[in-house]
């Protein structure tokens, strides 16, 4: 939505709750969207403010990757609005709403290209500018981020531990200075200890940055308490919303994932 836009409906004596929905960073209206011959979403509503910091919880299956991959583009929704700061991005090349959006998505599984090393994986995550200083003073903004990526950059990313290339994978992600985060997982194949220093990373980057962050995760210990709002995914569909102390606490999330 274009700031003159925001002001006609302003000056249109829109309802509050309208004029924020126009205001939202991300926002997702009924996407149904999945593979050749399976319907994996269905009937997706959710939003992100900037600044915000909102986690997806769900179990295997429930359509969380494929989320991701629809807001990134990768994979086109069958119906439904996808928009960001208003204007839709739905049928967009991917590339362009990375480079305009700078909608930054870590992927699940990570995806480093293991023979570069850790300093040629980083520079690939700022392909969007072509100005040497500005990559130069990014990269060493995620390195005071990440020190240990500072010890390691001539290392070849594949060789690295779980944890390593996880913070590899958030900080290429960072290097496009994004305005929403998206990241699939990044505690996946991490060991505990190093998963803390992550959450502990994001929410810096978060509170500091004001870089809105879209975590999906399984372990719904961790990302409910660190998120303004949290989602729950199941089958492919929206199951609950709410604040992410408060979800769990919830009744479907106690029963369905605490086995409560
Ligand atoms: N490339 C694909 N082609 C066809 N079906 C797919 C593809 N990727 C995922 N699916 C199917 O879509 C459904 C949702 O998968 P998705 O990976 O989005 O779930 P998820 O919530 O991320 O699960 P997990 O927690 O295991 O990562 C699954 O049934 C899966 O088999
Ligand atoms: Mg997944």
Do not use: W
């Not at 000056?11 to 991300?26: F, K, M, V």
């Not at 359509?63 to 807001?71: D, V």
């Not at 995760?217 to 569909?237: F, K, N």
């Amino acid at each position: 939505m274009k700031k003159n836009e925001t002001e006609a409906a302003k000056a249109a004596n829109y309802p509050e709750e309208d004029l924020s929905r126009l205001s939202r960073l991300l926002r997702l209206e009924k996407v149904s969207s999945g593979y050749e011959g399976t319907n994996v979403l269905s009937d997706v509503s959710l939003y992100v403010d900037k600044g915000e910091f909102v986690s997806i919880v769900g179990s295997n299956g429930a359509g969380k990757s494929t989320l991701l991959r629809t807001i990134s583009g990768t994979v086109r929704p069958r119906s439904g609005e996808v928009r960001f700061e208003g204007r839709p991005i739905v049928g967009r090349d991917p590339a362009d709403v990375v480079r305009e959006c700078r909608i930054s998505h870590v992927p699940e599984g990570r995806l480093l290209f293991p023979r570069m090393t850790v300093y040629q994986n980083l520079m690939l995550g700022a392909f969007t500018t072509r100005n040497k200083k500005r990559k130069e003073e990014r990269l060493a903004y995620v390195m005071e981020l990440f020190p240990r990526l500072a010890e390691r950059s001539r290392q070849s990313a594949g060789t690295m531990s779980g944890g390593e290339q996880q913070m590899c994978a958030i900080a290429r992600g960072l290097m496009l200075e994004p305005r929403l985060l998206m990241l699939d997982e990044p505690s996946l194949g991490v060991q505990p200890n190093i998963v803390a220093r992550i959450y502990e990373t994001l929410e810096k980057i978060n509170k500091q940055e004001g870089i809105a962050v879209l975590l999906v995760e399984q372990d719904i210990h961790h990302s409910l308490r660190m998120a303004d709002r949290a989602y729950v995914m199941q089958t492919g569909r929206i199951a609950a919303e709410g604040r992410g102390a408060e979800l769990l606490e919830s009744e479907l999330v106690r029963k369905a994932y605490l086995g409560l």
